[in-house]
């Protein structure tokens, strides 16, 4: 029986640079991205409603949202809407998350 004894990447870490192992860490988070899906008009109404009955109503919401690549979801009270500012409050159980308007996905009345 021959056996190969061998120790695959392992080998070759020890002859590559820190900066060089630093990038293709970066290389491999990079193709994990996911892309933020299209959102259109007419979504963005239904959502732009739905909050606003979240605020009026004082009822929970549960929102989806796309920040750094990556979906993420938030259930909790939405704060006062100011148009002014492109940004609103989802107050959460244990904390207070600050979402942008691009950012949102979908949102559910709870």
Request: with cysteine.
């Amino acid at each position: 029986m021959n056996k190969i004894n061998d120790r695959g990447n392992m080998k070759w870490t020890a002859m590559m640079l820190p900066e060089h192992v630093e990038m293709l860490n970066e290389l491999n988070k990079q193709q994990e991205y996911k892309d933020k899906p299209i959102v259109d008009d007419q979504q963005v109404e239904l959502i732009a409603f739905k909050l606003m009955e979240a605020t009026d109503e004082n009822k929970k919401a549960w929102i989806k949202y796309f920040k750094n690549h990556d979906f993420h979801e938030v259930v909790g009270y939405v704060e006062p809407i100011f148009s002014f500012d492109n940004y609103f409050n989802c107050v959460d159980d244990e904390e207070v998350v600050r979402i942008h308007y691009d950012w949102l996905v979908d949102v559910e009345i709870v």
